[in-house]
């Protein structure tokens, strides 16, 4: 199984400050035929599923806010929310779509400082 | 508008079986381009994939190893829904057990969640 390590567990960030959030594979994701990484980050707030924000690694989904933007390629990943709002306080999650079985990340609480 | 309404029993006993349906709207579970999944959530485990049915001229089904000796995912394309069954369940079982889909890239389109005690 590819195993996902997100760090840190949580952070704290001042509003409008930014928030990085990162996630490492314990193998590649980047998928040779399409050049593209098969890796996802999703937003859960309490009392509801995990929410899509970003996949292919760097592609936002409709609707999501452009302050939040996804970077890296093969094993290393980041999330960052570049002007904390109250509302993006949450628990993030990364998760690779590369293999069976998928696989998440533990989580990353970010919270208002 | 595409939904995902969960439904099955809340309490399970050990050993016994854990059964939950999602009747999908707004989409159909025969979908060349889907992934009917079920992925559960527990402080212990974290989000876990627990396996998927799909429909590319004719039924597949992955399982996550796991549960893999437990699990079955039926789809049924009459009632526009898909099930899962896990077997002889304990109480490291017990979560918040999640019906997705997905169309490849991520799971877009989430159940609101069930949570699943296993307990006598």
């Known amino acids: 199984d590819i195993v996902m390590t997100q760090s840190p567990d949580s952070l704290a960030v001042s509003p409008g400050e930014r928030a990085t959030i990162n996630c490492k594979s314990s193998?590649?994701?980047?998928?040779?035929?399409?050049?593209?990484?098969?890796l996802a980050w999703y937003q859960q707030k309490p009392g509801q599923p995990p929410k899509l924000l970003i996949y292919?690694?760097?592609t936002r989904e409709s609707g999501v806010p452009d302050r939040f933007t996804g970077s890296g390629s093969g094993t290393d990943f980041t999330l960052t929310i570049s002007s904390l709002q109250a509302e993006d306080v949450a628990l993030y999650y990364c998760?690779?779509?590369?293999?069976?079985?998928?696989?998440f990340g533990g989580g990353t609480k970010v919270e208002i400082k | 508008q595409i939904q995902l309404q969960q439904s099955g029993p809340g309490l399970v006993k050990p050993s016994q079986t854990l059964s939950l349906t999602c009747a999908i709207s707004g989409d159909t579970v025969s979908s060349i381009s889907a992934a009917w999944t079920w992925i559960r959530q527990s402080p212990s485990r974290g989000l876990e994939w627990l396996g998927r049915?799909?429909?590319?001229?004719?039924?597949?089904?992955d399982y996550g190893v796991s549960v893999k000796s437990r699990i079955t995912i039926n789809p049924d394309a009459s009632k526009n829904q898909f099930s899962l069954q896990l077997n002889s369940v304990s109480p490291d079982d017990t979560a918040v057990y999640y019906c997705?889909?997905?169309?490849?890239?991520?799971?877009?389109?989430w159940g609101r969640g069930t949570l699943v005690t296993v307990s006598s």
């Open positions: 292919w690694a760097s």
């Open positions: 998760q690779q779509y590369y293999t069976t079985p998928f696989t």
């Open positions: 049915t799909y429909y590319r001229s004719k039924w597949y089904n």
């Open positions: 997705a889909r997905t169309l490849g890239p991520g799971f877009d389109y």
């Open positions: 193998q590649s994701v980047l998928y040779s035929s399409n050049n593209k990484n098969h």
